[in-house]
């Protein structure tokens, strides 16, 4: 059965940073495309950092670029969200999902084309 379970989430100032981690049970990650999505109430689900499998490529929308960061760690079947310099309107519910994707190496940032997701963690960005 697959399972995928972030953690990380917390309560951190302006100008802070947290990393964020995604972990698996039931398969390994390096073979999927693994996407960041958050949601904020009121808000649509949206993309924040997205890595193709294996060692593929990634994807940040404008409002992270620069400030977030994807990574995998194969030998923890781990991988993980690397957010700096954080601001206000990063608060939201942060959820990893990961993709059936056969042997492409593209990432994918739209929520629907993710076959797998987490619970999700909360992160809160206030002074």
């Known amino acids: 059965q697959v399972h995928l379970m972030e953690s990380g989430g917390d309560l951190v100032q302006p100008g802070g940073s947290l990393r964020l981690s995604c972990t698996a049970s039931?398969?390994?990650?390096?073979?999927?495309?693994i996407g960041w999505f958050r949601q904020a109430p009121g808000k649509e689900r949206e993309a924040v950092s997205c890595i193709g499998r294996r060692n593929g490529k990634t994807y940040y929308p404008d409002s992270v670029n620069g400030r977030f960061f994807i990574f995998r760690d194969n030998v923890k079947n781990t991988v993980y969200l690397q957010m700096n310099s954080l601001k206000p309107e990063d608060t939201a519910l942060y959820y990893c999902a990961a993709k059936e994707s056969g042997f492409s190496s593209l990432y994918f940032y739209t929520p629907g084309e993710y076959d797998y997701w987490g619970q999700g963690t909360q992160v809160t960005v206030s002074s």
């Open positions: 039931g398969f390994i990650l390096e073979n999927y495309p």
